[in-house]
């Protein structure tokens, strides 16, 4: 192999770490309230505990930048030429992006959950799994009543789908250098991967559902809620 070739690939795994281990939330917060958001809410340093601790423009902030650490190294995987390697550049970078965002080394490895981080990569490489996870996400919600846990649920069976679906139109996506042939071998394990990853911060949400601790979401009740309150009025 082309030592440069490993060399980018080096240099990419570890930049997409080193910037996913940027944890948005807790420097923000830092910033604004010199309190670490982990102490604080569900603590999970992600954009919706940051939304719920310090208001909305806040939590979408920290959503926006949290989805460029998946953004930036996927655009980069898909632009620079690493020749017959570049389903390892699309893989690691996506990776440890992610890994960086959930183990983050200058936070001493306690970071989010990533879901920002997961689409800003997955809107590069295929747009059609964003719709598809944004689907599962809510269908399973809708059913169970649980998001957090039906979050890990949904991506692992979206990379499971991934496997078998064969359909070109599929598999077109946003990297100049990510054929179609390439994503549809290397986005499911790739996906699937990251299912693993989040693997370990996901299992105290599904034991909460037992406990009878994990926060339940009923997607529909604001709906019901004004219309109580406009019979209510009439």
């Known amino acids: 192999m082309d030592p440069a070739i490993v060399s980018g690939l ?5 930049g997409s ?15 604004k309230e010199r309190e670490d958001i982990r102490q604080h809410g569900d603590n999970n340093p992600g954009a919706f505990n940051t939304g719920r601790n310090l208001g909305k423009k806040y939590g979408i902030l920290v959503m926006l930048l949290d989805t460029t650490k998946g953004l930036i190294p996927a655009i980069i995987a898909t632009n620079v030429n690493f020749k017959e390697q570049q389903s390892w550049a699309v893989g690691l ?21 990533g879901y920002s981080t997961i689409f800003g990569f997955m809107f590069i490489y295929n747009p ?12 399973l919600t809708l059913i169970f009543k649980y998001i957090r846990p039906m ?4 991506i692992t069976a979206t990379g499971a789908f991934g496997l078998i679906i064969e359909w070109s139109f599929y598999w077109r996506n946003f990297g100049p250098l990510l054929t179609s042939e390439m994503a549809m071998i290397t986005i ?11 693997l370990p911060r996901f299992v105290p949400y599904f034991f909460g559902i037992f406990k009878g601790t994990e926060e339940r979401m009923f997607l529909f009740a604001p709906l019901f809620k004004k219309k109580e309150a406009a019979s209510e009025q009439e």
């Open 93 to 113: 970078a996506a990776t440890f992006a992610l890994l960086g965002h959930c183990y983050p080394i200058f936070f001493k490895f306690k970071g989010g959950n």
């Open 17 to 31: 770490y080193l910037y996913g281990s940027i944890c948005w939330a807790i420097v923000i917060n830092w910033l």
């Open 151 to 154: 979050q890990l649920i949904a």
């Open 10 to 14: 080096v240099f990419l795994a570890l």
């Open 128 to 139: 059609w799994m964003v719709l598809e996870w944004g689907m599962f996400v809510f269908l």
């Open 188 to 198: 499911p394990v790739m996906t699937l991967t990251v299912a693993l990853i989040q």
